[in-house]
């Protein structure tokens, strides 16, 4: 069973920083290209970043580009995100998902994590 | 950036109608246009990739259409467990997008 469990959410102040975790199980985690999309509570979904199966490519939306910084470790099936100088709009909860076909490029989300919350207080 | 706009934004219909969400992209995205739902409090789940395409496990009353920038959600008679809200995402190019949401209640 394909498993993503989301850690290192929580509480940082305004310009802060926080580093997120995906931990995955269940499949070949270098095969398959990886996301994160995030939920601002009461919103809509917002696709964040996605990293290729061999970490060569990396995508960001606009409304992160120059402070997030996604990666994996494929030795330790684990996807990360470093988020630098939050902003209030940034809080949301933050899924990861498993591309649902390709190693190299965005198609579906298949499965999510279970989320996990950031918030940014002033 | 492309974008995606869903309809209706909420729709309220009972046990048994059939039901169609409606997905339009400001461009041309072939084919490469996917389904979620979610429920309340917990991670989206696909129900349709590709279009038309049905996720393993989800019940045959899913079914998707359309290519080009017009797609259809169709639920063929709504469940109990169907209640829920429905998004649209584009894969065709980076940043993905998805539309707004559409929220099905119960009437």
């Known amino acids: 069973e394909v498993q993503l469990l989301e850690s290192g959410g929580g509480l940082v102040q305004f310009g802060g920083s926080l580093r997120l975790s995906c931990a995955a199980s269940g499949f070949t985690f270098s095969s398959y290209a990886m996301s994160w999309v995030r939920q601002a509570p009461g919103k809509g979904l917002e696709w964040v970043s996605a990293i290729s199966g061999s970490a060569g490519s990396t995508y960001y939306a606009d409304s992160v580009k120059g402070r997030f910084t996604i990666s994996r470790d494929n030795s330790k099936n684990t996807l990360y995100l470093q988020m630098n100088s939050l902003r209030a709009e940034d809080t949301a909860v933050y899924y990861c998902?498993?591309?649902?076909?390709?190693?190299?490029?965005?198609?579906?989300?298949?499965?999510w994590g279970q989320g996990t919350l950031v918030t940014v207080s002033s | 950036d492309i974008q995606m706009t869903q309809s209706p934004s909420s729709l309220s219909a009972s046990v048994g109608d059939r039901v169609t969400i409606t997905c339009r992209a400001s461009q041309s995205i072939s084919r490469s246009l996917n389904w979620y739902q979610q429920k309340p409090g917990k991670a989206p789940k696909v129900l349709i990739y590709?279009?038309?395409s049905l996720q393993r496990g989800v019940p045959s009353r899913f079914s998707g259409s359309g290519s080009g920038t017009d797609f259809t959600l169709t639920i063929s008679s709504l469940q109990p467990e169907d209640f829920a809200t429905y998004y649209c995402q584009q894969s065709y190019s980076t940043p993905s997008t998805f539309g707004q949401g559409t929220k099905l209640q119960i009437k």
């Open positions: 998902a498993k591309g649902g076909y390709s190693s190299s490029s965005v198609d579906w989300f298949d499965p």
């Open positions: 590709v279009a038309s």
